[in-house]
């Protein structure tokens, strides 16, 4: 397995591999994914296995401290500069999970975040993952006032 940062030729395996781990009302648009694609390829980041996308994180860069779900859409409000690294996904198969797939990713994009500079990372989760995201040392800040696919969303942050 290795990792590598995407480019806009992935765009149909980041999309297959988003439509198999989140329900519809939750689970990004090929339109959007390229939108991410064309404005921030060095922030997906993607766990290949031979030719299998098995794991992807992404997000943008901004200056603002918390994560709003317009980003989610308006991939041009991402700014190279910011200091923060937002997390809008961290996805693997069904079938690669529990084997350290996401792990891998997350320590990758904490460490990269450190070594551009960022002040830390900001993601959303359910409650259900709050102990997960918590073993790399994000703290749960409460309720996001995300409303994202209909869900109750915990904003969580590392600050470097």
Known sequence: M????????????????????????????????????????????????????????NGMVTQEPDLRDEMYEKADLHDETGPWQMIFGVTTLPAYRHRGCAAQLLNRVIDDARTQGR????????????????????VN???????????????MRITL
């Open 2 to 57: 290795y990792i590598r940062t995407a480019t806009l030729e992935d765009l149909e395996p980041i999309t297959a591999v988003e439509a198999a781990c989140f329900p519809p009302t939750e689970a990004a648009p090929r339109e959007s994914f390229q939108r991410r694609l064309t404005s921030f390829p060095g922030h997906f980041w993607l766990l290949w296995d031979g030719d299998t996308l098995v794991s992807f994180v």
């Open 119 to 138: 002040k830390g990372l900001v993601l959303t989760c359910k409650e259900h993952m709050l102990h997960y995201y918590a073993k790399f040392g994000f």
């Open 141 to 155: 800040e409460g309720l996001s006032q995300s409303s994202h696919g209909k869900a109750v969303w915990h904003q």
